[in-house]
């Protein structure tokens, strides 16, 4: 037991020192530098292509959006403007585009028939089914109204008279095709308090007021026609003026601030938002309704409804900046080269278990030597000192062995 004590303390205060050993192998040598090559590769790939990490990254990035559109169109033979079409007026970064609208006319809160086939009735008990139906124009009394000398009729409501029939076939305007889109975007990054706008430097006031955006002969252009937009989007005019839509507008910003700012511009793609619910039969395309209101001189209160089928555009701004940052860059380097390492794992691995030679390499490798040894060949006069083998030999790299190996396998 005391022998047992003595000797793990003794091996616990032991000193390792790294020893060089040379090995002449045409192998091992090669496994070793194409380990190394691969790791400085992807390491450099990692940092300066891929990743980037060699920046400091704003993500943060604070946006304002102005738009206007302009054009004229024809709806149900009415000359329709900007000011007709265009919801909200305000000029927000979202904003639709009317392509086709339902009036109803002079309503007002009493009751009337319901209309549609799904309210037609023949006796009371039918209409007691649509008691809570969220898809009548009003509060489904349960009576069925039938007129003189027809055996159908339809349901009666309290709400709003007479009720809204949304099935009439109308025609839309199509002149929203040659509409324009003006955007006007800036935006800030402010970890570096660095601002820009969608105007680039290049461009005068004459060239940004007849220019029209193309995604390769003019890619800065701010000024959108909204046919170019579906083109983009591969979308059915017909069908998207009839239903209609929500079609997005991506501004995104990638900035390498290390460069002059007039390198930091916007890149636009546009995308159809709602494209999930196209072929959807209860909820496709994109439609709302507002009324106004008038009172009458005997003080009963009146509302002309509107629903509006239109092409809503979201504009979406995203973005990021970077600038060099050299501590990150040192962090990762110094990585690499660390890594560099896995190559003499990999190689002291096949020299000691897989090429002939690996007892040899393994005894030169790994030697222990204690004090009362070092001082017994002190003693010694330098010619009765332990010698090298002939097959090893003295290597001028800093005192290493140089061990002449096979690079055949076991």
Same mark, same amino acid.
């Given at each position: 037991?005391?022998?047992?004590?003595?000797?793990c303390?003794?091996?616990?205060?032991?000193?390792?020192?790294?020893k060089?050993?040379?090995?002449?192998s045409?192998?091992v040598?090669?496994v070793n530098?194409?380990?190394?090559?691969?790791?400085?590769?992807?390491?450099?790939?990692?940092?300066?292509?891929?990743?980037?990490?060699?920046?400091?990254?704003?993500?943060?990035?604070?946006?304002?959006?102005?738009?206007?559109?302009?054009?004229?169109?024809?709806?149900?033979?009415?000359v329709?403007?900007?000011?007709?079409?265009?919801f909200?007026q305000?000029g927000?970064?979202i904003?639709?585009?009317?392509?086709?609208?339902?009036?109803?006319?002079?309503?007002?809160?009493?009751?009337?028939?319901?209309?549609g086939?799904?309210?037609?009735?023949?006796?009371?008990?039918d209409?007691n089914?649509?008691l809570?139906s969220?898809?009548?124009?009003?509060?489904i009394?349960g009576?069925?109204?039938?007129?003189?000398?027809?055996?159908k009729?339809y349901?009666e409501?309290?709400g709003?008279?007479?009720?809204?029939?949304?099935?009439?076939?109308?025609?839309?305007?199509?002149?929203?095709?040659?509409?324009?889109?003006f955007?006007?975007?800036?935006?800030?990054?402010?970890?570096?308090?660095?601002?820009?706008?969608?105007?680039?430097?290049?461009?005068?006031s004459s060239?940004?007021?007849?220019?029209n955006?193309?995604?390769?002969?003019?890619?800065?252009c701010? #000024?959108f +026609?909204?046919?170019?937009v579906?083109? *983009?989007?591969?979308? $059915?005019?017909?069908?998207? /003026?009839?239903?209609?839509?929500?079609?997005?507008?991506?501004?995104?910003?990638?900035?390498?601030?290390d460069?002059?700012?007039?390198?930091c511009?916007?890149?636009?793609?546009f995308?159809?938002?709602?494209?999930p619910?196209?072929?959807?039969a209860?909820?496709?395309?994109?439609?709302?309704?507002?009324a106004?209101?008038?009172?009458?001189e005997?003080?009963?209160?009146?509302?002309?409804?509107?629903?509006i089928?239109?092409i809503?555009?979201?504009?979406?701004?995203?973005?990021?900046?970077?600038?060099?940052?050299?501590?990150?860059?040192?962090?990762?380097?110094?990585?690499a080269?660390?890594? #560099?390492? +896995?190559?003499?794992v990999?190689?002291? *691995?096949?020299?000691? $278990?897989?090429?002939?030679? /690996?007892?040899?390499?393994?005894?030169?490798?790994?030697?222990?030597?204690?004090?009362?040894?070092?001082?017994?060949?002190?003693g010694?006069?330098?010619?009765?000192?332990l010698?090298?083998?002939?097959?090893?030999?003295?290597?001028?790299?800093?005192?290493a062995i140089?061990?002449?190996?096979s690079?055949?396998?076991?």
């Amino acid at each position: 037991m005391g022998f047992s004590m003595v000797g793990c303390v003794t091996d616990f205060f032991t000193y390792e020192t790294t020893k060089s050993v040379v090995v002449k192998s045409w192998f091992v040598g090669i496994v070793n530098r194409i380990v190394q090559l691969l790791i400085i590769s992807y390491f450099v790939g990692w940092v300066f292509i891929y990743e980037k990490s060699y920046q400091v990254k704003d993500t943060g990035i604070e946006s304002s959006v102005m738009t206007k559109v302009k054009g004229y169109g024809d709806l149900n033979g009415q000359v329709m403007d900007v000011a007709d079409y265009v919801f909200p007026q305000q000029g927000a970064g979202i904003f639709c585009i009317m392509t086709k609208v339902i009036v109803t006319k002079n309503q007002s809160r009493r009751k009337c028939p319901e209309v549609g086939k799904h309210f037609t009735c023949s006796k009371n008990l039918d209409c007691n089914k649509h008691l809570e139906s969220p898809f009548a124009n009003g509060v489904i009394t349960g009576e069925c109204l039938i007129s003189f000398n027809n055996t159908k009729g339809y349901c009666e409501i309290s709400g709003w008279c007479p009720a809204e029939d949304d099935t009439i076939t109308i025609k839309p305007m199509m002149d929203v095709v040659k509409f324009t889109i003006f955007i006007k975007n800036s935006i800030r990054f402010p970890l570096f308090n660095v601002t820009r706008g969608n105007f680039i430097s290049t461009m005068t006031s004459s060239d940004i007021k007849k220019c029209n955006y193309h995604p390769e002969t003019n890619p800065y252009c701010p #000024i959108f +026609l909204v046919e170019d937009v579906l083109n *983009i989007t591969k979308q $059915n005019h017909m069908e998207l /003026a009839l239903k209609g839509g929500e079609i997005g507008i991506n501004i995104e910003w990638k900035c390498n601030l290390d460069w002059d700012l007039d390198y930091c511009r916007p890149k636009y793609s546009f995308t159809r938002l709602d494209a999930p619910f196209i072929k959807n039969a209860v909820s496709s395309g994109y439609n709302f309704r507002f009324a106004k209101y008038f009172m009458s001189e005997n003080g009963t209160e009146f509302r002309t409804l509107h629903k509006i089928y239109a092409i809503r555009f979201d504009v979406m701004v995203t973005g990021s900046a970077g600038k060099f940052n050299t501590v990150q860059t040192l962090i990762h380097l110094v990585a690499a080269f660390t890594s #560099i390492g +896995l190559g003499t794992v990999l190689c002291d *691995i096949i020299l000691l $278990n897989f090429l002939k030679g /690996a007892d040899q390499y393994k005894a030169k490798k790994f030697e222990e030597v204690s004090m009362a040894q070092i001082e017994a060949s002190l003693g010694q006069s330098p010619e009765s000192q332990l010698s090298l083998k002939q097959d090893i030999k003295s290597s001028y790299d800093s005192g290493a062995i140089s061990l002449a190996n096979s690079d055949q396998p076991i």
